[in-house]
């Protein structure tokens, strides 16, 4: 079960979990290899196991047989096994709609954060999220389970190393929003355009200041002698934000 042997084996990913193994096959974006079941579990997924494409094989072990697999107890007694399916950057871009929001991540290294945004970005409708090469994997099972699964279902892809991701965007038709402390516009004044990328840095150093010297930087307003925010905490207030501002001029 380690990530470090899943990457490289013909991007496979692990499913865990009743709800995240629902959305793996109802979303269809990423096939489903196979599943392996707690033994006591059986009866209680029978619907879910049913549904599963007639190929898919099923496996069941003992508790005991599962916790040595994995390395540690665990309790949601399902385990799917995922074959990883990814856009080109560009092929993703060209085929949104003429209006359009996208979450565009740059170095976010942390799997909570990851699955955070990702579950922020099905929320309010954020149709793709690009990544840079320099963000963790949200295939990630951490970054999976904290999504809740919109990891599985939100259309996504990443940057190869040395790509330009404002310049792609931009190229594309759409208008990037940095979120940034030092930005120039409060959001709640924002009026994002037809086609639309909000912007997300790491945690500490953030956006980089030639990426904010070629976009639109927004910024939270704040109380006094604080700053700023966790970055998924913040891609939830922005789409929420850039989600209804969208409806209104729609």
Do not use: W
Not at 30 to 52: C, F, I, M, N, T
Not at 144 to 167: C, E, K, N, Y
């Amino acid at each position: 079960m380690r990530e470090r042997d899943l990457v490289g084996r013909s991007g496979l990913f692990v499913a865990e979990g009743r709800v995240v193994l629902e959305k793996l096959v109802q979303a269809g974006r990423h096939p489903l290899v196979s599943v392996l079941v707690a033994e006591h579990r059986l009866q209680g997924l029978k619907d879910l196991l049913a549904a599963l494409p007639a190929e898919t094989p099923v496996y069941a072990a003992a508790q005991g047989v599962m916790d040595a697999i994995v390395g540690f107890p665990i309790h949601r007694g399902i385990l799917g096994l995922g074959r990883r399916v990814e856009s080109a950057p560009e092929a993703l871009l060209s085929c949104l709609p003429a209006r359009a929001l996208v979450v565009a991540l740059s170095a976010i290294a942390n799997h909570d954060n990851m699955g955070g945004v990702f579950r922020n970005a099905a929320a309010f409708g954020a149709d793709a999220v690009l990544l840079d090469a320099d963000c963790c994997d949200p295939l990630y099972r951490k970054a999976i389970r904290v999504s809740v699964g919109a990891a599985l279902t939100t259309p996504f892809a990443r940057l190869p190393a040395g790509a330009d991701l404002v310049g792609v965007l931009q190229d594309q038709g759409f208008e990037v929003l940095a979120l940034s402390p030092q930005g120039a516009e409060e959001l709640d004044a924002v009026v994002p355009a037809a086609r639309a990328a909000a912007l997300f840095g790491a945690e500490g150093p953030g956006l980089a200041a030639g990426v904010l010297a070629r976009t639109r930087t927004v910024r939270i307003a704040m109380a006094g002698g604080f700053d700023s925010l966790n970055v998924a905490t913040t891609s939830g207030i922005v789409l929420h934000r850039l989600a209804a501002a969208g409806r209104r001029v729609t």
